[in-house]
């Protein structure tokens, strides 16, 4: 469907195009010069909106839409909007090479069906034409192959048309790469103020109804003890001291939990001392590989540790694996860490295991996390990203 309404459609939108060009350079030296090229680039803008929707109906393949006009106050500045529009300018690009490919979609689904079916036929069309006797020739033998070749042509011809065409509507009708990197960037900057904002929601429950309820208790339990001490009971005595020794090395536990996931102080040696431990307190045998020439940032290695112990978290939980390996390298001015373990595999990013979460925090930093794990395992998790910010 797409190709066969590709040559209207590329007609149309290749002479609106070079109308708008040829019209634009005409009029470029009177006033009216300026205003007209202002509306065709409007439209042009509109017409490249409605092939990207048409890209993503018929081809199975959505384009990003991208970032709406904007619409300062005053005639002048809208027009230098207009003008200086990187969206409008890439999709009068795009009708004007619309134009030969959507000349070759129609070729392929209209002329060279029919051309297959001459050729299949020719033997016979030769002699519905000329009556009479005639010997088979050449061309009758090599006529009907001929035509089923260029026949199973034509898928071949209409997947390759189909993929270019996906190609030029991604790269000229979706956003800029500068106003895709700015939509990657705010989404990060979204991530990392939703994970900051929870987490310090997290210590302050903790601190709440962990910690501050255990110095409360242990508070009164001293004060129990001053009563003993008083009333010179020592076996109730010792009982309180007893008690207040254990709340207190809860309490120094829960602080130390605290502190550690605020920043681990396992990483004031770097990732090669760090991770050793985080994989020493797996319940799963965990075996470790660290190649870093060079520390990465700070930020780097603290994201490379909660990733890590996130994924270690997982295979504990999750997986049923015997054993698992942690691998950290750098090169070409990227860190990747690479968890493998010997599960029952079949984890997917969303089903509860937190790749979700891990894939934001890596993307905050312009990092990609890639999953292997089909159904019987093993599983292998890998999160790559930059060594600096």
Same mark, same amino acid.
């Given at each position: 469907?797409?190709?066969?309404?590709?040559?209207?459609?590329?007609?149309?939108?290749?002479?609106?195009?070079?109308?708008?060009?040829?019209?634009?350079?005409?009029?470029?030296?009177?006033?009216?010069?300026?205003?007209?090229?202002?509306?065709?680039?409007?439209?042009?803008?509109?017409?490249?909106?409605?092939?990207?929707?048409?890209?993503?109906?018929?081809?199975?393949?959505?384009?990003?839409?991208?970032?709406?006009?904007?619409?300062?106050?005053?005639?002048?500045?809208?027009?230098?909007?207009?003008?200086?529009?990187?969206?409008?300018?890439?999709?009068?690009?795009?009708?004007?090479?619309?134009?030969?490919?959507?000349?070759?979609?129609?070729?392929?689904?209209?002329?060279?069906?029919?051309?297959?079916?001459?050729?299949?036929?020719?033997?016979?069309?030769?002699?519905?034409?000329?009556?009479?006797?005639?010997?088979?020739?050449?061309?009758?033998?090599?006529?009907?192959?001929?035509?089923?070749?260029?026949?199973?042509?034509?898928?071949?011809?209409?997947?390759?048309?189909?993929?270019?065409?996906?190609?030029?509507?991604?790269?000229?009708?979706?956003?800029?790469?500068?106003?895709?990197?700015?939509?990657?960037?705010?989404?990060?900057?979204?991530?990392?103020?939703?994970?900051?904002?929870?987490?310090?929601?997290?210590?302050?429950?903790?601190?709440?109804?962990?910690?501050?309820?255990?110095?409360?208790?242990?508070?009164?339990?001293?004060?129990?003890?001053?009563?003993?001490?008083?009333?010179?009971?020592?076996?109730?005595?010792?009982?309180?001291?007893?008690?207040?020794?254990?709340?207190?090395?809860?309490?120094?536990?829960?602080?130390?939990?605290?502190?550690?996931?605020?920043?681990?102080?396992?990483?004031? *040696?770097?990732? $090669?001392? &760090? %991770?050793?431990?985080?994989? =020493?307190?797996?319940? +799963?045998?965990? /075996? !470790? #590989?660290? @190649?870093?020439?060079?520390?990465?940032?700070?930020?780097?290695?603290?994201?490379?540790?909660?990733?890590?112990?996130?994924?270690?978290?997982?295979?504990?939980?999750?997986? *049923?694996?015997? $054993?698992? &390996? %942690?691998?950290?390298?750098? =090169?070409?001015?990227? +860190?990747?860490? /690479? !968890? #493998?373990? @010997?599960?029952?595999?079949?984890?997917?990013?969303?089903?509860?295991?937190?790749?979700?979460?891990?894939?934001?925090?890596?993307?905050?930093?312009?990092?990609?996390?890639?999953?292997?794990?089909?159904?019987?395992?093993?599983?292998?998790?890998?999160?790559?990203?930059?060594?600096?910010?």
């Amino acid at each position: 469907m797409f190709a066969v309404l590709g040559l209207p459609l590329g007609v149309l939108g290749g002479l609106y195009a070079v109308a708008v060009l040829y019209a634009g350079a005409l009029l470029s030296l009177t006033v009216l010069g300026l205003p007209f090229v202002v509306a065709a680039l409007a439209g042009a803008r509109a017409i490249g909106g409605l092939h990207r929707r048409l890209v993503g109906r018929l081809l199975h393949t959505p384009v990003p839409a991208p970032s709406p006009l904007p619409r300062p106050t005053g005639l002048l500045a809208r027009g230098r909007a207009v003008l200086t529009d990187p969206v409008a300018w890439r999709a009068l690009v795009y009708l004007l090479l619309r134009l030969p490919l959507g000349a070759l979609g129609f070729l392929t689904v209209v002329g060279l069906p029919a051309a297959s079916l001459w050729l299949t036929g020719f033997p016979l069309w030769v002699r519905l034409m000329e009556p009479g006797p005639r010997p088979v020739g050449w061309l009758d033998a090599g006529a009907v192959p001929a035509g089923l070749a260029v026949l199973l042509a034509v898928p071949a011809l209409l997947r390759a048309l189909g993929t270019a065409n996906r190609a030029l509507a991604r790269a000229l009708l979706g956003p800029a790469r500068s106003q895709q990197r700015v939509r990657e960037l705010e989404h990060a900057r979204a991530t990392l103020l939703a994970e900051g904002t929870e987490r310090l929601r997290g210590l302050e429950r903790d601190l709440h109804d962990g910690t501050q309820a255990q110095l409360v208790a242990l508070a009164i339990t001293l004060s129990l003890a001053d009563d003993a001490l008083t009333l010179t009971d020592l076996e109730r005595l010792r009982t309180l001291l007893d008690r207040a020794r254990g709340q207190t090395d809860d309490t120094i536990t829960g602080l130390r939990r605290l502190t550690r996931g605020i920043n681990p102080v396992a990483l004031d *040696g770097g990732l $090669a001392e &760090a %991770l050793p431990g985080l994989a =020493a307190a797996a319940p +799963v045998p965990v /075996t !470790v #590989r660290v @190649d870093l020439p060079e520390r990465p940032a700070e930020a780097i290695e603290r994201v490379v540790y909660f990733c890590a112990a996130e994924l270690l978290t997982n295979v504990a939980k999750h997986s *049923g694996a015997h $054993a698992a &390996a %942690l691998a950290v390298s750098s =090169a070409d001015g990227r +860190v990747r860490l /690479t !968890v #493998r373990d @010997d599960g029952r595999g079949g984890a997917l990013p969303g089903a509860g295991s937190g790749l979700s979460g891990l894939a934001e925090r890596l993307a905050a930093v312009d990092g990609a996390l890639a999953v292997q794990s089909p159904p019987g395992g093993p599983t292998t998790v890998t999160a790559d990203l930059p060594d600096r910010l």
